[in-house]
């Protein structure tokens, strides 16, 4: 029996022996691998660096506490708060403007009394400046207050205005200075829809429905599946309008893929598609649609639409009828010298002609160009005077950032132009726009324009001369 007791012991400490070395072993060589790890990476090999230990942050309080504790073995006692500075040694300045009022620490020299007199002095005015900054905000504030009251006050007596007096007798009053004046200060968001549809009006005749919409999208979808390869310019222009939805007034969130008027922006452009082939879609077309679907319902924005996009001048631009177009920039250039000669002549001598920035203001009426609610100020006299106002639109843009316009070259004229600032105001631009004149020589927009068409018929006919010879 104790010869087994005995053999037991042995295995049990020859085992144990094994763990314990083992352990070692398993232990050193961890140790090691890590060791060789930190050791083996390139910056530590080529300098011959020391690897950096791996400590947690320490706090403010223990930071100090070690001070202390090392002055104290050092044979200098902590240095005690005077009567003038905070017993706070956590303190932490909630500004980098407060630090100049603190004394120095003990271990520097103080500061002189003058060097803390200026001190003081500039934080003063720093604090007096910072006051004035936050009156002058609070009063800005309530400056935009009292005017949004304003605003407000004023659209809801306008609006009374026009469903009351205006809407009812329309054909009769819409030409009216009393009409004309209350159009130009803005079309309260309520009525804005209605008026537009009447100021547009259908010429085309369209009585279509939203069930003659979808129908229209459904047969314009079949013909494609059913012609195939024939109808690749139609496919095309579905891709086209596909990719166009998505990068409409992208900040809304409303007209991308899972946005709720996504699936009606989609419908109005493909069967207006549908409905005029000859036109197809365009770039710039989904702008104008959002915004008559964000204003009116949808047989409605389908009709304002179709009948929009019949104009003479956007007819000739979706149409790239370039000799019509090259009219429309002869014309504006006219109006340009005449309001501002010193632009004009800055384009000119950097050879910077008006379709660079023109053709993107016309092709979207301005939607994309100008903020949301400046872009529907703006087609609120644009359905009040036609095409006219687009071009004057133009020249009371160049006209609110002429001084800035004239310090650019070629390549940032263009660049501010095709992208204009987000703060345009309302105010700003049409008072801008109230400054410029729509006549040269006598003669209005309508009387240029004639003249420059019957040019036009008179270089395609010939000369008199040329005919009877």
């Given at each position: ?10 295995m ?22 890590r060791q ?9 090999k080529?300098f ?15 930071i100090?506490?070690e ?6 073995k ?6 005690q708060p005077?009567s003038?500075?905070r017993k ?6 909630l500004s ?6 603190e004394?120095r620490p003990?271990?520097?020299?103080a500061?002189?009394?003058e ?10 005015e ?15 504030k309530k400056?935009?207050m009292k005017e949004r009251f304003?605003q ?5 007596s306008?609006?009374v ?6 809407l ?13 004046d ?11 829809g209605?008026v537009?549809s009447?100021?547009?009006g259908n010429d085309l005749?369209i009585t ?6 979808k ?5 314009y ?5 059913e012609?195939?390869?024939s109808?690749?310019?139609r ?6 309008i596909k ?14 893929k899972?946005?709720?008027?996504h699936d009606l ?9 549908c409905y005029?082939?000859d036109?197809g879609?365009?770039?710039g ?5 959002a915004?008559?679907?964000?204003n ?6 389908f009709?304002a ?6 104009k003479?001048?956007?007819?000739a ?6 000799e ?6 002869a014309?504006f250039?006219?109006?340009?010298e005449e309001?501002l000669?010193?632009?004009f002549?800055?384009?000119k ?7 660079l920035?023109l053709?993107?203001?016309i092709?979207t009426l ?16 644009f359905?009040?005077d ?8 133009g020249l ?5 950032y002429?001084d800035?316009?004239l310090c650019?070259?070629?390549i940032?004229v263009?660049?501010?132009?095709t992208r ?11 008072a801008?726009?109230?400054c410029t ?16 068409m019957?040019?036009?018929?008179m ?7 040329l005919?009877?010879?």
């Amino acid at each position: 029996r104790l010869t087994s007791y005995w053999m037991v012991f042995s295995m049990l400490r020859l085992t144990s022996g094994f763990t314990m070395r083992s352990g070692c072993f398993f232990a050193r060589g961890l140790f090691s691998r890590r060791q060789r790890e930190a050791h083996s990476a390139p910056g530590w090999k080529l300098f011959g660096k020391v690897p950096p230990r791996e400590s947690t942050p320490k706090d403010s309080r223990t930071i100090q506490q070690e001070y202390e504790a090392k002055t104290s073995k050092a044979g200098h006692s902590p240095p005690q708060p005077t009567s003038g500075r905070r017993k706070n040694l956590q303190f932490e300045p909630l500004s980098t403007t407060a630090l100049i009022l603190e004394e120095r620490p003990a271990n520097l020299p103080a500061k002189p009394e003058e060097e803390a007199q200026r001190h003081r002095q500039e934080y003063n005015e720093m604090v007096a400046e910072a006051k004035k900054r936050e009156l002058k905000e609070a009063q800005k504030k309530k400056q935009q207050m009292k005017e949004r009251f304003r605003q407000e006050e004023s659209i809801a007596s306008a609006m009374v205005v026009w469903n009351t007096e205006i809407l009812p007798n329309w054909d009769s009053m819409r030409s009216t200075r009393k009409v004309k004046d209350l159009w130009w200060q803005g079309l309260p968001p309520n009525v804005r829809g209605r008026v537009w549809s009447l100021a547009i009006g259908n010429d085309l005749n369209i009585t279509a429905g939203i069930l003659t919409l979808k129908s229209l999208w459904r047969s314009y979808v079949e013909s494609i599946r059913e012609f195939g390869a024939s109808m690749a310019d139609r496919e095309s222009s579905l891709d086209l309008i596909k990719l166009d939805i998505s990068r409409t007034f992208p900040s809304l969130y409303i007209f991308q893929k899972g946005g709720p008027y996504h699936d009606l922006l989609h419908s109005v452009l493909g069967a207006y598609t549908c409905y005029r082939p000859d036109v197809g879609y365009v770039q710039g077309m989904s702008f104008i649609a959002a915004v008559l679907i964000l204003n009116l319902e949808e047989a409605d924005a389908f009709i304002a639409f179709a009948n929009l996009l019949n104009k003479p001048c956007q007819m000739a631009f979706f149409r790239v009828d370039h000799e019509l177009m090259l009219k429309y920039f002869a014309a504006f250039e006219v109006f340009f010298e005449e309001n501002l000669p010193r632009l004009f002549s800055h384009f000119k001598s950097s050879g910077l002609t008006p379709d660079l920035y023109l053709i993107d203001w016309i092709f979207t009426l301005y939607s994309k160009s100008l903020p949301l609610d400046v872009a529907c100020r703006v087609w609120d006299v644009f359905c009040r005077d036609g095409e006219e106002f687009l071009f004057r639109t133009g020249l009371g843009m160049l006209r609110l950032y002429e001084d800035t316009l004239l310090c650019m070259d070629f390549i940032h004229v263009a660049q501010f132009l095709t992208r204009l600032p987000d703060d345009v105001s309302a105010e700003r631009l049409f008072a801008s726009i109230a400054c410029t004149q729509m006549t040269s020589g006598n003669r209005k927009w309508s009387q240029v324009f004639s003249a420059l068409m019957k040019d036009k018929e008179m270089d395609k006919s010939g000369s008199p001369c040329l005919k009877s010879s």
